[in-house]
């Protein structure tokens, strides 16, 4: 079945950087994209950004631009999710979920399905 | 950016119908996804492109959309459906995701 594994939980200090990884399994990894959504304690879901496992190309929420990088490694099939000069509200859970983008006459639309179970990262001092 | 509105909270007897709406700017021209997340765990898609059920979802799950407001309709609720419901468009202008703020349903 379609899955995603993320990497376990890390606690780092502020302005430290930290490196997520999501690996894939059950379907064919250069057919979808890579999203992924962070989710504060007690807060809804924020979209950070997706990467296309074809050919690369990514796109960042603005407020996270210049301090997230998303790669893939389509060898292994995983996606990562980089985040630097971290601080106290970077506390999150982290998620991926792969990206089912389709292109319509109208406009596009995409959604996310499945999701990976989640890294809490957790930023103190 | 674009900016989707759901209630924090519905309430619902068991047996009865769930309504969770989701307001947007002409959000009936895009598609409204929608996901439930329990407690301690990861979201899951329940409904795609508006009305649309994954494998495995209950056919008492149900959307529509239109003008300004999109609706999940949870029919004949069950106490194992509450749960937090995320509404989510993708702004084909920003080539963004955007979510919904969310809303706890609670089966009283």
């Known amino acids: 079945q379609v899955q995603l594994v993320q990497s376990g939980a890390e606690v780092k200090k502020p302005g430290a950087s930290v490196k997520v990884s999501c690996k894939a399994s059950?379907?064919?990894?250069?057919?979808?994209?890579i999203s992924w959504v962070r989710q504060a304690p007690g807060q809804g879901l924020e979209w950070m950004g997706w990467?296309?496992?074809?050919?690369?190309?990514?796109n960042y929420a603005q407020k996270l631009q210049g301090r997230v990088t998303m790669t893939t490694d389509t060898s292994t099939s995983t996606a990562y999710m980089e985040l630097r000069s971290l601080r106290s509200d970077d506390t999150a859970v982290y998620y991926c979920?792969?990206?089912?983008?389709?292109?319509?006459?109208?406009?596009?639309?995409?959604?996310?399905?499945?999701w990976g179970q989640g890294t809490l990262v957790t930023v103190s001092s | 950016s674009y900016v989707l509105t759901q209630p924090p909270s519905v309430s619902v007897a068991p047996g009865k119908t769930a309504r969770i709406t989701c307001g947007g700017n002409?959000?009936?021209?895009?598609?409204v996804h929608w996901y439930q997340q329990k407690p301690g765990q990861a979201p899951v898609l329940v409904i795609y492109?508006?009305?649309d059920r994954p494998s495995g979802i209950p056919e008492r799950f149900s959307g529509s959309n239109s003008g300004n407001t999109a609706t999940l309709t949870i029919s004949r609720v069950e106490a194992g459906d509450e749960a937090d419901y995320y509404c989510?468009?993708?702004?084909?202008?920003?080539?963004?995701?955007?979510f919904g703020g969310g809303t706890q349903l609670t089966v009283l």
């Open positions: 990467i296309s496992a074809y050919n690369g190309n990514t």
């Open positions: 492109y508006d009305s």
């Open positions: 989510q468009v993708w702004d084909s202008s920003s080539d963004h995701a955007v």
């Open positions: 002409n959000i009936g021209s895009k598609s």
């Open positions: 979920a792969r990206v089912d983008f389709i292109t319509m006459v109208q406009g596009a639309t995409a959604w996310f399905d499945p």
């Open positions: 059950g379907y064919t990894f250069t057919s979808y994209g």
